[in-house]
Nanobody, 128 residues
């Protein structure tokens, strides 16, 4: 069974950068939509960004627009989330998600309940 494995989280100071990776095993990326979600303690899981199968359709939550960038490398079977100018409020566990349905990344990042495949998460802490 194919898997999503996140990496790249860690502790960073405000204003710093991190790049998260989501390695996808056993399946081609060609037909899948991918998303990044985050969940802080006591809060609901929220969609941060998503990318369509072709890589030309990307969506971002308003809170990260202009700071985060999602991309994919089909040759490496990996999805990335480049996070710049990080803020303390970006602190959360970040999850990679995938789904075949076009609707999950159409207009905006659809709610987590609409995504069927998930990684285990990676912790991002922004603190001085």
């Amino acid at each position: 069974q194919w898997q999503l494995v996140e990496s790249g989280g860690g502790l960073v100071q405000p204003g710093g950068s991190l790049r998260l990776s989501c390695a996808v095993s056993e399946i081609t990326l060609d037909y899948l939509n991918f998303g990044w979600f985050r969940q802080a303690p006591g809060k609901e899981r929220e969609g941060v960004s998503c990318i369509g199968p072709g890589g030309d359709r990307t969506k971002y939550a308003d809170s990260v627009k202009g700071r985060f960038s999602i991309s994919k490398d089909n040759a490496k079977n990996t999805i990335y989330l480049q996070m710049n100018n990080l803020k303390p409020e970006d602190t959360a566990t970040y999850y990679c998600a995938a789904d075949y349905s076009v609707s999950v990344c159409s207009g905006y990042v659809r709610a987590s309940r609409e995504w069927n495949y998930w990684g285990q998460g990676t912790q991002v802490t922004v603190s001085s």
